[in-house]
């Protein structure tokens, strides 16, 4: 079968508007196993030719076994899966490249706004794990921004910034 889902974990949610502000959805080929009884309708016409002879015909599902539900969701019946790709709609896409903001130093998605970011002395966000002194760059303590070690003023502590001020 073909399938197509929301693919959770590449989707976004807005809990303020309390709905998905970008839709992924997981296109995919699976085949499901599973039990289940259903009624086949046959007609059957006595042959004319032979006693107790029945020509059967095929009608279809049963109506009643027709509409049943078997829930998919669970892995319990896949047996396997041929393909799957995270698909986002274009619409979204487009909004999401637009809007979407990430962590400067390793690239990480921070949301669709810049509100409470830590941000380095360009003003670029970055994500809480990047936020610390490490081989990228020092926390100024005067200023709070993230800094290169070539922004270090004389002290070892503060931006070049931050020096002057503090050095008073
Ligand atoms: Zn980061
Ligand atoms: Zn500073």
Redesign the pocket.
Known sequence: MQCKYLDVSNSYYDKEDDEYIVKSYIESEEIHRFEHEIVLDFEYEASEIQEEQYELTFIGVDADTYNMFVDLSENDTLFDCIDAKSVMLENDKHWFENNVVR??????ILGFNDLDNYHDYNGEP??????VTNENGFICPGCGLKHPYERMGNSGTYCIDCQEEYDD
Not at 103 to 108: F, L, M, R, V, W
Not at 126 to 131: F, P, Q, R, T, Y
């Open positions: 962590c400067s130093e390793c690239g990480k970055i994500c809480d794990g990047c936020a």
